[in-house]
């Protein structure tokens, strides 16, 4: 890892904080180029009709799209459900994706008594999760550890409000405040306070959703993305070709 570090004409850190990592690491620092992952914003965008309530799950779903492993955190998120349930009876939780950690999960959800309220999808592919988050009146981000994370842009282009972890460069994508709330990563009831915050602001979800959008479009476009690896290339290869 360090030889190639010392080596590579250019390197890029999809976040400060992975920037950091790769400084640690050994890397130079004139070598190291900061760009963003980047999101879809054509396909992630806000609910064409104004309205994306989904039947099934109600107004005050919470979705995350997370990878079912210990560390992704979905265990806290899964506990602060249940500690909110009392204050909002109608709280749902759908959570997207697969991993060694479901049935682990499915028992947790049992244990806590909200089994009948928490909704595992499964993989489903990401043509078909827009929807899922216009449903949403939160996204979740809960990681314990995350280099960028892809969801909380995704949720932000749809004009959901992201209540995300400190880990990792989440902190860099949810300006917290403004499109969403940060809160310690591991700590259940510091993530059901923001989420119970949030769910019982309507209007705060709405503008933070708005500036989210605002936000994405901004910093995590692909088309974005794209441009500034293009141009990275095309100075590495004018370096090459001297």
Known sequence: LRWTLRHASALTAITEDCRQHALRAGAPERCIRLIFNGTDLRRFSPSPNGTGVDPRFGPQMIFACRQLFPRKGIRFLVEAVARLKPRFPALKLVLA??????????KLAEELGIAGDVT??????????????????????PSLEEGFGIPAAEAM??????????????????EHGVTGLIVPRGDTPALAEAIGSLLAD????RSMGIAGRERALRLFDWDRTAEQFEQLYLEVGAKVSR
């Not at 595992?120 to 981000?141: C, D, E, I």
Request: net charge negative; aromatic share 10%; charged share 20%.
């Open 120 to 141: 595992f999808l499964g993989w489903v592919p990401n043509s078909a999760l827009p929807p899922y988050y216009r449903a949403a009146a939160l996204s979740v981000v």
């Open 157 to 174: 282009g749809c004009e959901v409000a992201v209540v995300a972890s400190d880990a990792g460069g989440l902190p860099e994508v949810v």
């Open 97 to 106: 994706g697969d991993g060694f950690e479901r049935p682990a999960l499915a």
């Open 202 to 205: 309507p209007e705060r979800r």
